[in-house]
């Protein structure tokens, strides 16, 4: 009886495996809904809460940026694709101990921030010296720090922080305001953390393109005049040529007419003329007559000939 009741069991038995189905995690819209990874599950209910570590080397095939870790968590189903939001973002550990040494100081800090969309931040930067600073130091640089987050946040949504922290503005921006008082040698914003999704839905700013000044484009209007006179002249060339006004020589007869010279090349040959007109001859130099000559012989002669008297 047992042996056939088992028996049953491993007929009714179903392989999970082949129920499940293959779901595409894609990227937040501020990274361009970038197809991220592949995921199994038995439904859209189990895909949704999965988070993603994605590295943003992947992202923008930029191996500068391969040490900066991205965390998307799925929140909407659509057929097959799944779409994520921003989690957060951590650098790696070898990244991190390259930047820390001894005999230097680390200031840390950590600050909760809310954007313009209603989201809060919770971000994790930290700053680097040459040399051990005073406890004071510290403190100010830390309310610098906070200071240039709060600023920012409240002019910016939260892909607009996000990107700005991921870039790289964010700590210049910190480091052009610490400098005054010490000279910081390095400022990294290592972690961050999403608490609160954005409330109020607000489309990006985008980058405005630089407006050429006036004078510039009053500079290159009359180019463009100049090439129609000449596309005119062109055109009336052409035209009395129809006519019959200028006519071209005949095959055999002789052209008596000399190509007349550019006035560039007349200019040139000039400047050579009068160059050479302007170098002064050097003098000639004299050779020495052969009397002269003859007297030197003589004089070393004699000087050979005389003799000290012998001392006796």
């Known amino acids: 009886m047992a042996k056939a009741r088992s028996r049953t069991a491993t007929r009714k038995m179903k392989d999970k495996w082949k129920a499940k189905g293959w779901y595409n995690i894609l990227a937040p819209p501020a990274f361009d809904n970038v197809t991220v990874a592949d995921t199994l599950a038995d439904g859209p209910e189990s895909v949704i ?39 957060g973002h951590t650098l790696t550990s070898d990244y991190l101990r390259r930047l820390i040494r001894r005999r ?12 313009l969309d209603g989201a809060t931040l919770r971000v994790k930067p930290f ?14 640089i830390r309310e610098i720090m906070k200071k240039t987050f709060d600023d920012e946040a409240k002019t910016s949504t939260l892909s ?12 210049r921006e910190i480091y052009k305001n610490c400098k005054q008082l010490y000279p910081v040698k390095r400022i990294e ?38 090439k129609k006179e000449e596309g005119e002249e062109v055109e009336v060339s052409e035209e009395l040529e ?12 002789a052209i008596t007419e000399i190509p007349e010279e550019k006035p560039a ?13 302007e170098k002064p001859k ?19 002669k004699k000087a050979v000939s005389k003799k000290k008297p012998s001392k006796k």
């Not at 230097?104 to 954007?115: M, R």
């Not at 700053?127 to 100010?140: C, G, M, P, V």
């Not at 050097?282 to 070393?300: G, M, N, R």
């Open 49 to 87: 809460g999965r988070v993603t570590e994605v590295s943003l080397q992947d992202l923008t095939n930029d191996f500068r940026k391969s040490h900066i870790k991205l965390y998307f968590k799925v929140n909407k189903v659509e057929d097959i694709n799944a779409h994520t939001q921003f989690e």
């Open 242 to 253: 129809t006519l019959g006004e200028i006519k071209e020589p005949a095959v055999g007869e």
């Open 189 to 226: 914003i290592f972690k961050t953390e999403v608490l609160q999704q954005p409330t109020i839905m607000m489309a990006d700013k985008k980058p405005k393109k630089e407006e050429k000044p006036e004078e510039e484009i009053a500079e290159k209007k009359p180019r463009k005049t100049k």
């Open 127 to 140: 700053a680097t010296t040459d040399k051990r600073i005073q406890n004071s130091q510290k403190k100010t």
């Open 160 to 171: 607009e922080l996000v990107r700005s922290i991921i870039d790289g503005t964010m700590g």
């Open 265 to 277: 090349k007349k200019e040139k040959k000039a400047k050579k003329e009068t160059k050479k007109e």
């Open 282 to 300: 050097k003098p000639a130099k004299e050779k020495p007559s052969a009397k002269k000559a003859t007297k030197a012989k003589t004089t070393v």
């Open 104 to 115: 230097k100081s680390k200031i840390d800090g950590v600050y909760d921030v809310s954007t």
